[in-house]
């Protein structure tokens, strides 16, 4: 059963093997050989498709399905491709060629198409570290982004602050230094021991007064502290108005924008990361672009994957034909040959009796047009098939030659036999035609 499995896949005819006489059992292995080699790209196929389908949908069950599913679609399309062209000798090799290098070039796409995920698959390990480390990266480029937003809140506050309060701070600044120069003024005179007229600046080197110089705090140094204690009653209303300002500023930005930055980092630490196809190819892409070697050996996967899936085709389109080959070129020789000889037999039978149809059919006057175009189509078929009777005869003459020229006389002896009964063949099938056309006469 697995032999006429293999043979099925290889596309081989088992009429066409059978009539193989010289060496059969080889013809056979080697069919089944080519047959087990549309078997690679399909057990590739199921592995490809069910690992890119697993990394979409994480169902081991759909996974498998969808393997099996292109599993087959592939080994469909390569037997498709094994069966639609052949080696022969009685073609020109254009059109081999031709088909050969059109089905290799769609072989490579499917090749390509099956080596991608399996090379996804042999880099699972440094495109999982990959992918980790982008979801570090994620979530580090988050936080950073929250800090930015809570500071971004303080500073405009303050900021807001700022403008606010400028002229009572700048009042109070400057109603704090007098402050303290009046201090420093009402504790020198109530000190003693320096020289009258010692002016007294403050902190901020304006100056406030000068020392009186007397033994105890006279008048002057009373209306000091006046205008000190004037200074305070006025340093704290000052305050009350600064204090009233900034109660009236809204603060509520603060919270939301604390309350957006814990939501961001809340999303980010709970977020899945991606770990479809696309997501690992991007990894893949990203090791690619850092390391060369990676890149040189997925590129080297790559291709020997897609020779590995077009090997069926490269074994066909090298390997020499054999005796099936051979066979198969007889066959259809023979089929083209009667039906050749059918149509000459047509071609006989029109030219014998076409004549006296003509003459029979000009008696009636208003048939003569249609009897000439009918005579003038039956000419052109005739000269049509005159012409392939004599291309089958070309033919079997570079046949003929071909033969003579084989080395193995028992080969020579068996090709030149068949060509005897080729034309024989012919010669009946004309000569069965004849007969038929005849007999309906």
Not at 12 to 38: F, H, I, N, W, Y
Not at 77 to 86: A, E, G, K, P, T
Not at 359 to 386: C, D, F, G, M, P
Request: with cysteine; proline share 3%; aromatic share 6%.
């Amino acid at each position: 059963m697995i032999a006429q499995l293999l043979l099925w896949l290889a596309g081989a005819d088992r009429d066409l093997l059978g009539k193989c006489q010289r060496l059969p059992q080889s013809e056979r292995q080697r069919l089944m050989a080519l047959g087990g080699t549309v078997l690679i790209p399909a057990v590739q196929g199921f592995a490809a498709g069910g690992y890119a389908a697993f990394t979409f949908i994480h169902s081991p069950q759909i996974a498998f399905a969808f393997g099996a599913i292109w599993a087959i679609v592939v080994l469909w399309l390569d037997r498709l491709l094994v069966m639609s062209f052949h080696k022969s000798r009685i073609e020109p090799p254009l059109s081999f060629w031709g088909a050969a290098i059109a089905r290799l070039l769609f072989s490579c796409i499917i090749a390509y198409g099956l080596a991608e995920p399996l090379t996804l698959l042999m880099f699972n390990g440094p495109i999982m570290q990959q992918m980790a480390d982008d979801v570090r990266a994620r979530e580090e480029g988050a936080f950073r982004n929250a800090e930015a937003l809570r500071a971004n809140a303080y500073t405009a506050l303050a900021k807001e602050r700022t403008q606010a309060t400028k002229d009572l701070t700048d009042q109070l600044a400057a109603e704090t230094n007098r402050y303290n120069c009046l201090s420093s003024l009402v504790s020198l005179e109530m000190t003693g021991g320096v020289m009258r007229g010692t002016p007294v600046k403050g902190p901020d080197g304006a100056v406030c007064g000068y020392v009186t110089g007397e033994a105890s705090c006279g008048p002057e140094c009373k209306a000091d502290m006046d205008a000190q204690n004037r200074l305070a009653t006025d340093m704290r209303r000052i305050q009350q108005q600064l204090q009233s300002r900034l109660e009236v500023i809204d603060t509520s930005n603060i919270g939301a924008a604390g309350e957006e930055a814990k939501r961001i980092q809340q999303q980010v630490v709970a977020e899945k990361p991606p770990t479809d196809f696309a997501t690992r190819r991007r990894a893949l892409s990203e090791i690619e672009a850092k390391d060369p070697v990676t890149r040189g050996v997925h590129a080297f996967v790559i291709i020997g994957l897609m020779l590995l899936d077009s090997l069926t085709l490269l074994i066909k389109t090298l390997v020499p034909s054999g005796e099936y080959e051979e066979v198969r070129d007889t066959a259809l020789a023979v089929a083209r040959a009667t039906a050749r000889a059918e149509r000459a037999a047509a071609v006989e039978w029109i030219a014998t009796h076409g004549q006296a149809i003509q003459q029979e059919y000009l008696s009636h006057e208003a048939s003569k047009r249609q009897i000439v175009a009918v005579s003038q189509a039956v000419r052109a078929l005739a000269e049509e098939l005159t012409r392939e009777f004599r291309l089958f005869h070309a033919q079997l003459e570079v046949l003929a030659h071909m033969v003579a020229q084989l080395k193995d006389a028992e080969a020579r002896a068996t090709c030149m036999k068949l060509l005897t009964n080729l034309q024989q063949t012919f010669n009946d099938a004309l000569e069965e035609a004849l007969e038929r056309f005849r007999a309906d006469l």
